[in-house]
């Protein structure tokens, strides 16, 4: 275990809706990640948030969004959903915002029929 | 853009042979981290390499850096079926914060 929690486990929804992921870093982490997995695109780093405030970006689209809150749980929240966004979506987090190990949670499947 | 590159993308052992995956990076990395992804899992951190020339031992597993810092292996000795998952090298990318660029992973699997 973890120590990062993220709900729910498993997501099944329709094109066009919404869905909001939520994870809680491991205690006293102040950076969080999230990141998508799916079968032909590997581990790809979505964005970083350290201490309520955005730091990195990578491949997010802009139908995507995060946020981290004052208690430090964070959610991405995914809008007009495809078919192709279907993934393994997992957030980790770690002490630090530069050079640190990063602690992954269980992951929120998601399918998008 | 910044890449990291990971070989071979599968392996397949026979219980108690070695195992070998290389990482190579398109730039110079500040550090090198491997993680574990058992079928079904969330990655784990194994270990961080961060010196030039690193070696670092964690009981059957030798993890390297190399010399110029842009490359890395990771090398299982005498696999046990408790070694089967997917595992990732990532390095971080220059002045982006905690953002970790993963290798796609080697997936290994071992017949008992």
């Known amino acids: 275990d973890s120590g990062v929690t993220q709900t729910p486990k498993h997501l099944i929804t329709a094109t066009g809706q919404r869905v909001t992921l939520r994870c809680s870093p491991r205690?006293?982490?102040?950076?969080v990640y999230w990141y998508q997995q799916s079968l032909d695109q590997g581990l790809q780093f979505l964005i970083q948030y350290y201490n309520g405030e955005e730091r990195a970006k990578g491949n997010i689209l802009e139908r995507f969004s995060a946020q981290q809150f004052p208690d430090l749980h964070s959610e991405l929240n995914l809008s007009s959903l495809e078919l192709g966004d279907s993934a393994l979506y997992f957030c980790?987090?770690?002490?630090?915002?530069?050079?640190?190990?990063?602690?992954f949670g269980p992951g929120t499947r998601l399918t998008v029929t | 853009g910044q890449q990291v590159m990971q070989i071979p993308q599968y392996q397949h052992v026979q219980e108690g042979e070695d195992f070998t995956t290389y990482c190579n990076s398109s730039?110079?990395?500040?550090?090198i981290q491997w993680y574990k992804q058992r079928p079904g899992g969330h990655p784990v951190f194994l270990i961080q390499?961060?010196?030039?020339?690193e070696v670092k031992k964690q009981k059957r597993l030798t993890f390297q850096f190399g010399e110029a810092k842009k490359n890395s292996s990771l090398h299982i000795t005498a696999t046990q079926t408790t070694d089967v998952g997917t595992y990732f090298c990532?390095?971080?990318?220059?002045?982006?914060?905690?953002?970790?660029?993963f290798g796609q992973g080697t997936e290994l699997s071992v017949k008992p």
């Open positions: 980790a987090s770690s002490g630090g915002q530069g050079l640190y190990e990063q602690y």
């Open positions: 990532a390095g971080p990318i220059y002045n982006q914060g905690g953002k970790l660029i």
């Open positions: 390499l961060v010196k030039s020339g």
């Open positions: 205690s006293g982490d102040l950076s």
């Open positions: 730039t110079t990395l500040s550090n």
